[in-house]
């Protein structure tokens, strides 16, 4: 049967199935734990789909010839998943391995045009004046460090943290907190995360081909250039960017004064930066013990969202 069916993104359905097999643990993040919601606030809901439906969507994004300026996303998703893969996911999903879901969720709606200073109310200016130790007259022991209680006790509770965020394509973007600091998560992770040298969900939305259209963060340029100096062994010796540098002693070398012959851009993602998570983290809803009375230089309303890190770099190698 010939039906175009646009699962857009149909729940980042595993990036390699020798790592997941037929799980859908990974699909919750944009699709939510009983496939309730519209993943990004476009797709259908899947739970409401056909077992052979879902097998025709997934089959067709895996051969090119579903969706429309999407397809890219999910072709990516599901390219490594065998046709019994993608039997035994729809049975799971229709037969109600999923966790099911209390009522059906309305579409999440896209993001809003804006970004969210995570840092407004930890710097508050009332707030630092108040905790200001320079403006009181006495301090007691109870406002020195972050235990905000007398050192004569351990009575000392955890801060409470909330990761709670909406899926994919549903949250607003938060504001950097320097220029060209790297962007913090603000959607959902559950599911798409550890992230593995063979599953890396994220590149499904933030590839700079696909990013535009679904409204993500591209990758930067930097991301696809690699700024190490080409190494190599011979005759025993250490070789960088031409120079000999040695390995007699055991060590590396001295490398502080060897120099990039060339910057390496590349086409594609540089596997030095396939860990997204290592600078990009989650961020959690969390009341901070103390005010934040950091600024950053130079923060316009550009960098707040964008960054020219590769410039920077590029001036770092000239």
Known sequence: MTKVIKVMALGSL????????????????????????????????????????IVAALKGYKAGTYGGAMKGIMKGQVASLSDADIEAIAASIKGGDAAPAAAAAPAAAPAAAKVIDINAKVADPKRISKEDLGNKKVVG???????????????????TSKFDRPA??????????????????????????????????????????????????????????NYRPTTVLKNGELVKEGKK???????????????????????????????????????????????????????TDEFKTHSNLVNMMDDGVK
């Open 141 to 159: 022991e109870e406002v020195l460090g972050l235990r905000k209680t007398t050192l004569f006790t351990e009575d000392v509770k955890p801060v």
């Open 168 to 225: 994919p394509g549903a949250a607003p973007k938060f504001e950097r907190a320097y220029v060209n600091a790297p962007p913090m998560i603000p959607h959902s992770v559950e599911g798409l995360l550890p992230i593995t040298q063979k599953n890396n969900q994220c590149l499904g939305c933030h590839m700079p081909d696909v990013a535009k259209g679904v409204g993500a963060t591209p990758i930067p340029p930097s991301h696809f250039t």
């Open 14 to 53: 595993l990036a390699a199935s020798a790592l997941y097999g037929a799980s859908t643990a990974a699909c919750a993040g944009c699709h939510g734990a009983g496939f309730e919601k519209h993943a990004m606030g476009k797709s259908k809901v899947v739970k409401e789909m056909s077992k052979a439906d």
């Open 245 to 299: 540098v040695g390995i007699a002693k055991g060590d590396m070398g001295n490398v502080g004064d060897i120099k990039l012959a060339k910057v390496k851009k590349l086409d594609h993602l540089y596997q030095g930066r396939f860990n997204c998570s290592q600078c990009h983290a989650p961020q959690a809803n969390v009341q901070t013990a103390v005010a934040n009375t950091f600024k950053s230089d130079g923060l």
